[in-house]
C-alpha cells in the first residue's frame, strides 16, 4: 500500500521540491509513496480541497519558513498544519526554512521554523514535537529525505540529534569525508577556487569542520559534492544559516575565530604548530602537473 504524503509549502523558494526531483530512485520512490498534494506534481487534490477538506494522510510534508498570517487558498497555513498534525504519523520539515526559519527570517519576529528560530526553541507548535523529524538544508538532500520516509514508513527506530535531525545524517560534519583533509591536516590553504588542491577552511570560509550533514558520504547525484568541485561547504544544515561573508574566514591574530568541533583552542594551536612545521612538496604542487 502506497504512503500517502502532503507536501505543504509556506515561505519557500521551491529550491527544496526542485531538489528532490534529483532523488535518483525517484520512479520507484512513487511507487511506494503517493502524494496528494505537491507544490509541482499534479495529484488528484487541488490545495483548495486540501485546506478545506480532510484528506487521508500519513506523513505531513512542511517547506518553508512559517508566517504568522500567511494563508494558502484563503485558509491560515497555520491551522492547515495543526488539522492534518493530528491524524498524520509524522510531520517531516524539509529544508533549513521549515526548520529553523533560514533565508526568509530577515529579522522579522512573525517568521519562524515549526520548532526552532535560528538556534533558540520556538514553542508555538511544541505540541507537535514529538511527532516532528528536521530533514534541513538549502536545499535538502534527495536521498536524505527519501531514505527518512522510507524509514517512517516500514516503522524503524529514528534517532534524532538535539534539532529533531536523524543523526544517521547529521551524526557527522562534512568534513567527515570530504577529499581535501589532507590539506587540511597540513594547514595547506594555497586554494583557488574550482581547483583540486587545497583546503578551503583556512582563507574561504568553508564551514565544513562544524556542520553537521553527509554531503561527503552520500554525493549529490552519486556524483559529487561542493567540496570536491573546489566551493566551500556554507553550511546550509545548520540553525545558523545564512551567515554573512560567505567566502571568509574570520580570523583573530591568524587564528580562525571558529574551531572545528569539539577542539579546544590550546589543542589546535598546538597541532596547527606541529603541522605548519611539516614541508611536503607534493601538497604544494597541482595534482595534475
Known sequence: MKTKLLWLSSLSCNGNVHSFFNYPQLERFLKDFEFIYHPVIEGNYSLKQIVNEDIACDILILDGTMEEGLLKADVPVEDVIIRYAQKVKKI???GTCSSFGGMFLDNMPNRYGLHFRGEEPHYKFQELKSKTISVSGCPIHPEVLASTLYSIKKEYEIKLDEYLRPKEFYAYTVHNGCTRNEYFEYKVDNHSFGKLEGCMFYAHGCQAPFTNGSCNKILWNETNSKTRIGHPCFG??????????????KKNMGIPEKLPLGIAKRTYLTIAGISKAFKIERLENDLME
Open 92 to 94: 517531516v520539515t524539509v
Open 236 to 249: 546550509c544544515t545548520m540553525p545558523s544559516f545564512p551567515r554573512e561573508n560567505l567566502y571568509l574566514t
